[in-house]
């Protein structure tokens, strides 16, 4: 046991005892995991772990995977309290009961791994305290795109690193919603439905489809790519409800892809430093690697000053890849425990997080019109009084409407958003589509 | 000082002392990141590092790095062996001296970073037996890929990880080529001739176009996936330099990219199991991530069975990308020290390795015959004669001679082989070109 023998500081085989809070997909998924790869996982990490107890919501559900009898308990707080678990595993998602038994398992000097990023997301700058205080690990590797190595890799491998950008895909239904419009020329309706038939989407897709989860994964990349403290309530969120078939077509013709891109900027140096972190559909070009991402995959692209461009693709999603991440967190952590250390050594700074009306971009803005004369006067009198330049404008005729479709050049958010409210009064006007955002694409031409 | 205060197990500043053997362009690099960044990597680390001593071939030259006097010496045994040294960065390269430095400071208890693929590819086995020997860290993210994680991402987040295959581009050079052939239709010279113009080839392109760095690459995935002893001489080598245009158009219509390929595959399990190393050309269907990694860069694609697909991408080469990873590694094995443990716990076995001969692909091979009665009828014979059955065949009409492709069905490799050597001996075949297998596509239509 790990905690009894603190001289045992050698490679000899150690075994670490895991309580598992939650036995969903996740967990159902980990337990057949490291049941089955038990020896394997203690030739590669000289830790052996053990699964040795489980809490579920509902003992009488029929399991695979219950293991010893025992082994199973509806009472979480006691898997978190019994003094003979060593760390701890929370798949049970959402803030309560996860924040309490999270907490005091590091109360009681265990380390944490979670999958959960709404909690991560929304009260992470106090976990990692309470973790940092405990001098225990809270390791989160599941949160964010299932097994792709994305936390290891900014706060381990780009330790040193000074990450100035972070672009990614990191929600499978909303990506595969847009690559099926995109590649099979269905309206948003018809892909959404086909996603919920084929499981990439619940049947209510509110929080995939409107960016709420992507904004949560947002807020725990940017806080470990920065060392910073950012929330879910830090990051501006539009999702895709609003992209038509037209705007993907209009894309598409000049060699561009729609996609919900995750953002993540930093700007400036110690007191002038700012940080930018966003959810919405951009346009990106595709030539960029992250615009031939399709399907429910989920890809994260890095800049870094020195390592230059990285990007990590792989499944995001899934009961196995994220066990898969949760195992390689728990050795980890068992591995740091066994030498009374820590894996990670995380710090948390306060850095501004910079509104998303200083954001400058181009943009690209769609308008359905009555087709009259004078429209584009009137129209375009909009985009001049706020300031707001077009850099290309297209027009296609529909039956007693037009669609016109702008990009604009380099323009300031607030003026961009003050100029939709312009043309949303004009009489003219009968509906103002999704705004998307051009990525990589700096106003050169 | 690390070794002068083993109680200092606290999260306090401590001092890493590194000794530099090598400052080239990755050197240089380094130097200039931990100079510069010095602050940034205490925070983020809990470290302080100081390259107090940097070994170099030639004290004349101008530098712009040099430091302090008396940071530079032309004796690096002297800095291997200096006792205020904590941690060596061997960037030297090659076999000899680089060997020998290394083995002395792991026998003096420094744990080593190391980007020398040559030497790791070589005698990368013995190495790691006097590391752990040492209890000591052996890290080298750099050989391979760049600043992209891929030795992290197999080593530690997929520790608990079945890895079963890894098919990677690690070579930018012949990756800028092929990508060049396909996208602007050069023939193989031209493109290589503006690879070497635009620095993304040596002026002897041997190493890259034969396969040799690849290979040497190819062997450390495939140690580090499988926890296996996999030499250079392990892996099956051919290079891209029999890659004709036609062949890149033939591919193309098809829907496929060439790629110099690496692939590490594992099979089998306990006693059965083998592992397959190999670098070659390789069809690769469009609809794959890795068609699509164009240029000078690297992507490597891991295939798990509970994580899935995952693909790392990135710039593969670059003093700074390089030097990025150099610090990744600087910084685990610094902590490590600190606490007086390593941050790897490297297992070796000893691994059938499955000779070429037994692999079953399917294969493409280009043929110019003369265009003459009969030549069909005697090329059938031959692949009929050793048991290959062809699934498609092109034929394109030359002057007095004919270009003829074939796809043929999954087939074993020493029967292709045979069969190519019964082409080469028909009078009315003028040339074999280049064999390419084709992955992804286990014989279906």
């Known amino acids: 046991m790990v905690r009894a ?5 050698d490679d000899q085989l150690t075994t670490v005892r895991v309580g598992l809070l939650g036995c969903g997909n996740v967990g159902g998924a980990l337990v ?4 089955k790869e038990a020896d394997a996982i203690s030739e590669r990490s000289g830790v052996h772990l053990a699964i040795t107890r489980i809490a579920v919501r509902d003992l009488t559900k029929d399991r695979a995977s219950s293991g010893p009898p025992g082994r199973l308990t509806d009472d979480a707080m006691s898997v978190v309290e019994d003094p003979d678990i060593d760390l701890v595993v929370e798949l049970i998602g959402g803030i309560e009961p996860a924040q309490s038994l999270i907490e005091q398992a590091l109360r009681q000097g265990k380390s944490v791994i979670s999958a959960n990023k709404e909690l991560l997301a929304t009260h992470g700058a106090h976990l990692h305290d309470l973790a940092a205080k405990a001098g225990r690990d809270l390791l989160y590797e599941a949160s964010v795109g299932g097994a792709i ?4 890799a900014l706060s381990v491998s ?3 690193e000074r990450v100035s950008r972070v672009m990614g895909i990191v929600n499978g239904t909303t990506n595969y919603i847009l690559s099926r419009m995109q590649s099979a020329h269905t309206t948003y309706e018809e892909a959404l439905a086909e996603a919920i038939r084929l499981g990439f989407a619940e049947s209510d897709p509110t929080a995939d489809v409107e960016g709420h989860d992507a904004a949560a994964k947002t807020a725990i990349i940017a806080s470990i790519a920065f060392n910073a403290d950012v929330s879910v309530d830090d990051v501006y969120r539009q999702g895709i409800t609003d992209i038509d078939i037209a705007d993907i077509d209009f894309a598409q013709r000049r060699g561009y892809a729609i996609k919900l891109l995750a953002l993540a900027e930093r700007d400036g140096e110690g ?8 959810v919405h559909p951009a346009m990106i070009s595709n030539d960029h690697p992250l615009a031939l991402v399709n399907g429910p995959f989920n890809a994260i692209f890095v800049e870094g000053e020195h390592a230059g461009e990285l990007m990590l693709y792989g499944r995001g999603a ?5 066990a898969s991440a949760v195992l390689g967190d728990l050795l980890d952590a068992a591995r740091a425990l066994k030498r009374e250390t820590t894996f990670l050594h995380p710090v948390r700074r306060r850095v501004r997080i910079r509104p998303i009306d200083e954001l400058e971009s181009t943009y690209c803005i769609t308008l359905e019109v009555l087709d009259r004369p004078g429209v584009m006067a009137a129209v375009a009198e909009v985009f001049g009084r706020h300031g707001v330049s077009i850099r290309s404008m297209e027009q296609v005729g529909l039956t007693s409407e037009a669609r016109m479709i702008f990009i604009t050049h380099l323009a300031l958010e607030s003026d961009v958003q003050a100029t939709l409210q312009g043309l949303k009064e004009l009489d003219s006007v009968v509906r103002v589509g999704g ?3 051009v990525i990589g694409d700096e106003d050169g031409e």
């Open 32 to 35: 057949e995991l490291v049941d």
């Open 5 to 9: 023998d603190p001289d045992s500081r």
């Open 271 to 278: 007191e002038d430093e700012s940080i930018a972190v966003r």
């Open 318 to 322: 899934g009961g196995q890849p994220s």
């Open 435 to 437: 705004l998307v955002r």
């Open 149 to 152: 190595p994305l936390v290891r």
């Open 158 to 160: 780009l330790a040193g």
